[in-house]
């Protein structure tokens, strides 16, 4: 069994778009979480999803993050113990624990294209949410079915959820909660059609051989971990911890998207805006420092500690 190095960190952006400062304040509490344990902090660019990932926007990313006074140990362009740090350079490692998953039986391959799933959820007395998989690749009579319904297609791979599967997510900020997975509706895809790692399958893999032991990462991603567990588990991996951090919000009380890049770094500069005065704001906005604060993220971490956060409102 790999056991994490306790305390290493990591931020691990997807370079789909530019960070906003949802995103900046969520590597900026990475950060934070990590350096008040003095351990490592890791950067992952997490560009597997070639479709979505813009070009130059990895390296914008680091340099954002580098304007705004984080360091990083290990990462893209530093380099480290576990490189690389880019996730499509490690679709070898990817593939290798897909073969893993096959031979424990822990997958079945799936010929269901997204509109097969949304008619099945659609359908009358379908007891499905939208989100749940309706489980028809289960069954090897179905799936064969499926399979000529979509000629041509390549299967994704699925995890085969069975009642084995309850796990309990222990969050530093919200606290221990029992998730009771149920199969198939929660069978989840570990590797897409089109022949490359999901995230759900990816993030596991590198976390474990980062061995990060603290995940600190925006709580859109809360849904994902027990799904992630149940990942850890199946390889004999020790999970990290996680800590969910809120999301910033816009001011219709939405979260913010990619989209919203008017309130990225370069807006900021344009508009006059140091890094001290990013870093305040963004501290501010968690109520760890005064309103109009200008400060660095050292002078930050100098008065932090993760209990600062546990039980408050993080607004915007
Ligand atoms: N790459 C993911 C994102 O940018 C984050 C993954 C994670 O922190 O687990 O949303």
């Known amino acids: 069994m790999t056991q994490p190095v306790q305390g290493r960190g990591r931020f691990a952006p997807s370079p789909t778009g530019l960070l906003h400062l949802g995103n900046l304040r969520t590597a900026l509490l990475a950060w934070l979480f990590a350096r008040y344990s003095g351990a490592s902090f890791v950067l992952r660019m997490e560009d597997i999803d070639r479709q979505r990932t813009r070009q130059g926007h990895a390296e914008q990313i680091l340099a954002d993050l580098r304007w705004l006074g984080l360091d990083w140990d290990e990462g893209p362009d530093v380099g480290g113990p576990f490189a690389p740090y880019v996730q499509s350079e490690r679709t070898a ?83 221990a909660t029992a998730v009771h997975l149920t199969g198939p509706k929660d069978d989840f895809v570990v590797w897409r059609a089109d022949g490359t790692a999901a995230y759900q399958l990816a993030v596991v893999v590198d976390d474990a051989m980062m061995q990060v032991g603290e995940v600190v990462r925006g709580a859109d991603l809360y849904e994902s971990t027990p799904l992630q567990l149940v990942l850890f588990r199946s390889f004999g991996y020790r999970a990290p911890r996680y800590v969910h951090v809120p999301l910033w ?68």
């Open 93 to 175: 490692l990817y593939a290798e624990h897909l073969e893993r998953l096959i031979a424990a039986g822990d997958l079945y391959p799936c010929y269901c294209s997204r509109t097969d799933i949304a008619e099945a959820a659609s359908a009358p007395h379908s007891p499905l949410s939208a989100a749940g998989y309706p489980g028809t690749c289960r069954d090897p009579e179905r799936r064969e079915r499926q399979k000529q319904r979509n000629p041509g297609r390549e299967p994704s791979y699925r995890f085969r959820i069975t009642e084995q599967h309850v796990t309990s997510t222990d969050d530093r900020l919200r606290g």
């Open 249 to 316: 919000q816009n001011t219709e009380g939405k979260r913010l998207s990619k989209r919203d890049g008017s309130a990225g770094i370069a807006a900021l500069q344009s508009e006059g805006l140091t890094p001290a005065g990013v870093v305040g704001m963004l501290a501010a906005s968690c109520g760890l420092v005064e309103d109009k604060t200008e400060c660095s993220p050292r002078e930050l971490l100098a008065a932090f500690s993760p209990e600062l956060l546990i039980g408050a409102q993080v607004g915007a």
